[in-house]
């Protein structure tokens, strides 16, 4: 029997359409990504998420020359929250980047594992939150849920 999945966005042609709240968190994962270390990829990745509390945590990639060792700033910011605010409900998750990697007209997505930490969050608090992603040309989608990232989720798909 075939079956589909179907995801859905909101796509926005620039991110200074989105609401002012959001606009902020797209400010604030801009100005992390530049505290990036990533002298290998030259790829600088920033994180921001508004909390249920309002406070905004940020992340950025941390590379290492012994890869897979360092940490994409999804995770960071994600595991950062996880562990200094474990009680706080993530609402919505922001991430940027730029650097020659990614052609800037080309939608910024996060990698298999960042997916599935977003998705275990929004397990882990019982409630799913935003996540908007820019590309370097300003093109911004919001989904949702974790779940449209990442459909067929290992450990929590039926």
Same mark, same amino acid.
């Given at each position: 029997?075939?079956?589909?999945?179907?995801?859905?966005?909101?796509?926005?042609?620039?991110?200074?359409?989105?609401?002012?709240?959001?606009?902020?968190?797209?400010?604030?994962?801009y100005?992390? !990504?530049?505290?990036?270390?990533?002298?290998?990829?030259? &790829?600088?990745? @920033? =994180?921001?998420?508004? #909390?249920?509390?309002? *406070?905004?945590?940020?992340?950025?990639?941390?590379e290492?020359?012994?890869?897979? !060792?360092?940490?994409c700033a999804?995770?960071?910011?994600? &595991?950062?929250? @996880? =562990?200094?605010?474990? #009680?706080?409900?993530? *609402?919505?998750?922001?991430?940027?980047?730029?650097?020659?990697?990614l052609?800037?007209?080309?939608?910024?997505?996060?990698?298999?594992?960042?997916?599935?930490?977003?998705?275990?969050?929004?397990?882990?608090?019982?409630?799913?939150?935003?996540?908007?992603?820019?590309?370097?040309?300003?093109?911004?989608?919001?989904?949702?849920?974790?779940?449209?990232?990442?459909?067929?989720?290992?450990?929590?798909?039926?």
């Open positions: 029997m075939k079956q589909e999945v179907i995801i859905s966005f909101n796509r926005f042609e620039h991110w200074n359409e989105l609401p002012s709240s959001d606009q902020e968190l797209v400010k604030r994962a100005e992390v !990504s530049k505290t990036a270390y990533a002298p290998y990829s030259k &790829f600088h990745v @920033g =994180a921001s998420l508004r #909390l249920s509390n309002k *406070e905004i945590i940020t992340g950025s990639n941390q290492n020359i012994a890869y897979p !060792s360092g940490l999804e995770r960071v910011a994600l &595991f950062y929250t @996880g =562990a200094i605010h474990p #009680l706080e409900q993530i *609402e919505t998750l922001c991430v940027v980047a730029e650097g020659d990697l052609p800037i007209d080309k939608i910024l997505s996060p990698c298999g594992a960042c997916r599935q930490v977003m998705l275990e969050t929004e397990v882990r608090q019982k409630k799913s939150y935003r996540i908007i992603l820019v590309s370097q040309n300003g093109v911004t989608i919001v989904f949702d849920s974790a779940v449209d990232l990442l459909p067929l989720a290992f450990g929590i798909t039926d």
